[in-house]
């Protein structure tokens, strides 16, 4: 629809409906590209000027921009960070990790440290965000293939144990869950997130799983049965003597699980969407 200003209300706007890139049809049908109404209407071309009282401006969305030197180092370092702060926490535990033992494992400076991170606990959640952000790969499928296949509930849960929570980020965020029922500060810093991050992680089962149980949220229970199963493991480790033995419990429970949770047939599936 094109715009037939009455009278003259300002200059030309990029922003404008009337001046924006958009689709045409020619006079055979077929879409085209135009760059302007002032290529076919040239009482606008002539005066430069449309009405944008009769309509509003279309948004704008920011070009992305190519990262500077600077955002490279800062992200570089930050990552650095990070990565000494999973460390300490898994070797030291939460208590014992501190500004100075991390600064000493990262090789960078305490300015560099606060000026991402004002406060251990800060530090911390953005670990922890992390961390939990890299867990959601073994369940986590991409928007729009719904029929691509998950991997079989047996595979799932020894994956889940084998690369993510029987490993040094694994450890690290049993021990920030533990330290939050006693540290307030990072409690209140992660308790939405986490909540967030839950609702994720079990709509992400249930694009691909269902449970054999009568309750419509069976799949979603026994997947939190499966990861505390599991990070209850990490704790337990300390008093097992053999790792064996913590290998045959992964995956006699794996077994029991693949009768109780099962992959939905290609038809029932459903893209991931993100909950709000």
């Known amino acids: 629809m094109w715009c037939f200003p009455p009278e003259p209300a300002g200059p030309a706007d990029p922003q404008c409906v009337c001046h924006v890139t958009f689709l045409h049809p020619d006079q055979n049908g077929t879409l085209q590209t135009v760059r ?3 290529k076919f209407q040239p009482s606008l071309r002539s005066t430069g000027f449309c009405n944008k009282r009769r309509h509003g401006t279309m948004p704008q969305t920011p070009a992305p921009t190519k990262p500077t030197p600077q955002d490279l180092r800062s992200q570089a370092t930050r990552t650095k960070v990070c990565q000494a702060t999973i460390d300490c926490l898994d070797r030291l535990g939460y208590a014992e990790t501190t500004f100075a033992k991390i600064q000493a494992k990262a090789c960078v400076s305490r300015g560099a440290i606060t000026h991402h991170f004002p ?3 800060a530090l911390v959640a953005a670990t922890a965000m992390d961390l939990l952000g890299n867990a959601l790969g073994p369940v986590e499928r991409r928007a729009g293939s719904p029929r691509e296949n998950p991997v079989p509930v047996y595979e799932l849960i020894m ?19 533990v330290a939050c029922r006693t540290d ?3 409690y209140q810093l992660l308790e939405d997130r986490l909540h967030h991050w839950d609702r994720v992680s079990l709509t992400s089962v249930t694009q691909s799983y269902r449970g054999t149980g009568p309750d ?3 799949a979603e229970l026994l997947w939190s049965m499966s990861r505390n199963f599991l990070r209850g493991l990490i704790l337990h480790e300390s008093f097992v003597s053999d790792p064996a033995y913590l290998a045959r419990m992964v995956d006699r429970f794996a077994r029991m699980m693949e009768t109780q949770l099962i992959v939905l047939p290609p038809e029932h599936r459903t893209p991931q969407e993100d909950p709000k």
């Open 36 to 38: 302007s109404v002032f």
């Open 159 to 177: 994956k889940a144990w084998d690369n993510v929570v029987n490993s040094s980020g694994g450890r690290a965020i049993v021990e920030i869950l």
């Open 184 to 186: 307030p500060e990072l």
């Open 119 to 121: 406060t251990k606990q």
């Open 216 to 218: 419509p949220d069976d």
